[in-house]
């Protein structure tokens, strides 16, 4: 990831000079040149774009016009719904069970969408909640996918990585598939397994050297474990079902889980945008290509500049990984007892002191999609021109409120 910063504020401010701030921008030739750069990391493999980590649907429908991606994955079953009915797919893997029994009954009453999306399971009772909204025989069949747990647990009750499906072995998996086909009403045409604590935990941590030998050991011990333990799980459930695909991975992990034998596509999303938190990875860095603007208002001393806004905090464990990075201009940091501020935010630095009220400081945030819950639209921003598109905010969708 080598960018030439100074000439990247300057065309970015070019481009948005007449605009007021905040604004949120993605610049399409990285962001073009990460999707080029991820379908050569998938070897070949189709790549499903993780929605949840754009919020665009004109960037959605972008990258899915590309040579080797293919599909949605989405977060949430009114989301699917509304990508397939809108023409941006006509495949959706929806990556967490739903109990939303509106979207469950309006997925059964048309047989188009029940085509087109696949809704996650990992417990009997998400069929029972289905059962519960319509019945067996009164809609169409539902295709669902089965999530095996690829978290990690070398010893007893020791667990590393995300918390998610209950489904861990292969034995539970083939178990939970031969009662899943037995099912009337439900289809099982796919798995999924997403390996968090590779694919969500860079192995680079800036300044953090101890903490980065401890993450590389654990990923090296853990995925020849996963690696025996998904294929044995896919093996399983093929007694029971003839998957169609098996999902895995994510943009810190392409590579590794595309040379998965057992992995028919992988998942990617963050690498399209390169948030702050994938330069702590040392495979791969995606080309930052997310931003946000906003105003200096202040100058309460030397060497400090305050913004106004600020407080775009990531999700995740609270610290300063999930705080958005002051970028643009290059040399500045926030004060430690103030962070990002909801109203307000200090930035510290030799480069404050250029900085005058009216001026623009520019923002990568921690996470992707994210960016654009605070924001109605994104700019997309195309050498010095910059064109308004809506978010999924601005189109009048929070899926996750």
């Known amino acids: 990831m080598i960018v030439e910063r100074t000439a990247l504020q300057k065309r970015l401010d070019r481009a948005t000079g007449g605009l007021e701030t905040p604004l949120a921008v993605v610049d399409l030739a990285a962001f073009d040149a990460n999707a080029a750069a991820l379908s050569v990391r998938s070897a070949g493999k189709?790549?499903?774009?993780?929605?949840?980590s754009v919020r665009v649907r004109a960037l959605l429908e972008r990258v899915l016009a590309r040579p080797g991606w293919?599909?949605?994955?989405?977060y949430t079953l009114p989301e699917a719904i509304w990508l397939v009915r809108s023409g941006v797919t006509d495949d959706v893997l929806v990556a967490y069970p739903s109990v939303d029994r509106t979207a469950i009954a309006e997925l059964a009453a048309d047989p188009q969408l029940a085509a087109a999306i696949t809704v996650m399971v990992d417990n009997p009772a998400h069929l029972d909640l289905v059962d519960a909204v319509v019945a067996p025989g009164r809609r169409p069949d539902v295709r669902i996918c089965l999530e095996l747990d690829a978290s990690w647990r070398p010893a007893g009750p020791l667990h590393i990585g995300v918390r998610r499906s209950p489904v861990h072995s292969a034995a539970q998996a083939g178990s939970l598939a031969a009662r899943l086909v037995k099912r009337p009403g439900f289809r099982l045409v796919?798995?999924?397994s997403y390996e968090a604590h590779i694919a969500g935990?860079?192995?680079a941590p800036p300044?953090?050297?101890?903490?980065?030998r401890a993450i590389r050991m654990m990923q090296r011990r853990s995925l020849p474990e996963l690696l025996r333990r998904r294929m044995a799980a896919v093996r399983a459930v093929r007694e029971h079902a003839d998957l169609e695909f098996v999902n895995g991975g994510g943009t810190?992990?392409?590579?590794?889980?595309?040379a998965d034998p057992s992995v028919t596509e992988v998942a990617a999303g963050s690498g399209l945008f390169g948030p702050t938190l994938f330069d702590g990875y040392r495979a791969w860095q995606p080309t930052p290509a997310a931003f946000f603007a906003l105003s200096v208002v202040r100058r309460p001393g030397p060497r400090?500049?305050?913004?106004l806004g600020g407080g775009w905090i990531a999700s995740g464990p609270a610290g300063p990984s999930r705080q958005p990075t002051p970028w643009l201009p290059e040399g500045l940091r926030m004060r430690g007892d103030e962070g990002a501020g909801e109203v307000q935010t200090p930035l510290l630095g030799a480069a404050a002191d250029d900085l005058q009220p009216g001026d623009r400081v520019w923002f990568r945030h921690?996470?992707?999609?994210?960016?654009c819950e605070h924001v109605n639209e994104v700019h997309l921003v195309d050498g010095d021109t910059a064109a308004p598109t809506p978010t999924y905010r601005g189109e009048g969708y929070a899926f996750l409120g």
């Open 46 to 52: 189709p790549i499903r774009v993780a929605s949840k």
């Open 70 to 74: 293919s599909g949605v994955m989405a």
């Open 190 to 192: 796919a798995m999924m």
């Open 201 to 203: 935990l860079g192995d």
């Open 207 to 212: 300044g953090q050297a101890l903490r980065a």
């Open 252 to 258: 810190g992990s392409m590579a590794l889980t595309a």
């Open 304 to 307: 400090i500049a305050t913004v």
């Open 366 to 371: 921690a996470k992707a999609g994210e960016l």
